[in-house]
């Protein structure tokens, strides 16, 4: 059986609406996994346990609204964080979970990549894969109003595996590439329950975890 732990949920993205999205994308597949569904401060002591994959659907921020804003990741945290993937463990940054960490911590160096910005009003958004990837098919394209993750992404370092474009322009949407002894998947949509639940976004969802484990 495969484990895997996870972290779902923040201000802005529903907790309900990305665990549906995942147990959907994992009982159409058939997997035999487990889930631990965790909070941020758990997770040293998941960690240890050494699971099978992390999925991280979280900003940094636990109050974004705020003047003066509190985060989470601990340069502790990520530290063990980084060891845990250089030791053979796999990491899914899925949308809030490239969103507000420090550009120059370990954290977002292990990602190679990290949120921008979006432009305030959400559109139509399509997301086309990158030919010859090991992901998803190459054939993959799908369109669901969103909001348009523009992320900085070292391509030179990483795979990209899925482009997203706009009216607003052009960025990259999924990545992957190895790290130490583990894997690193990053995948910016989605944000609405209507996209979360498209099909399309489940089965690429569903052959980002099946890369990763």
């Given at each position: 059986m495969v484990r895997l732990a996870v972290v779902l949920g923040d201000y802005y993205h529903s907790y309900e609406w990305a665990k549906q999205t995942l147990?959907?994308?994992?009982?159409?597949?058939?997997?035999?996994?487990?889930?631990?569904?965790?909070?941020?401060?758990?997770?040293?002591?998941?960690?240890?346990?050494?699971?099978?994959?992390?999925?991280?659907?979280?900003?940094?921020?636990?109050?974004?609204?705020?003047?003066?804003?509190?985060?989470?990741?601990?340069?502790?945290?990520?530290?063990?964080?980084?060891?845990?993937?250089?030791?053979?463990?796999?990491?899914?940054?899925?949308?809030?979970?490239?969103?507000?960490?420090?550009?120059?911590?370990?954290?977002?160096?292990?990602?190679?990549?990290?949120?921008?910005?979006?432009?305030?009003?959400?559109?139509?958004?399509?997301?086309?894969?990158?030919?010859?990837?090991?992901?998803?098919?190459?054939?993959?394209?799908f369109e669901i109003v969103d909001e348009h993750y523009f992320v900085h992404c070292d391509k030179e370092n990483t795979n990209v595996f899925l482009v997203s474009e706009s009216i607003d322009g052009q960025s990259e949407a999924g990545w992957f590439h190895r790290y130490g002894e583990g894997k690193v998947c990053c995948l910016t949509p989605a944000h609405n329950k209507d996209g979360l639940l498209n099909e399309n976004f489940l089965i690429v969802l569903r052959n980002c975890l099946n890369w990763l484990i």
């Open positions: 147990e959907t994308a994992l009982n159409e597949g058939k997997q035999d996994v487990h889930i631990d569904y965790c909070q941020p401060e758990q997770l040293i002591e998941v960690l240890r346990t050494k699971p099978d994959a992390v999925i991280l659907f979280k900003e940094n921020r636990y109050n974004p609204l705020d003047e003066n804003t509190e985060t989470w990741m601990t340069e502790e945290l990520s530290l063990l964080i980084t060891n845990y993937v250089e030791n053979g463990g796999s990491w899914l940054a899925w949308h809030s979970g490239l969103a507000s960490y420090p550009v120059e911590g370990l954290y977002v160096k292990m990602l190679k990549g990290s949120f921008l910005y979006h432009p305030e009003k959400q559109q139509i958004v399509q997301y086309k894969a990158s030919e010859g990837n090991a992901v998803v098919p190459s054939s993959t394209s």
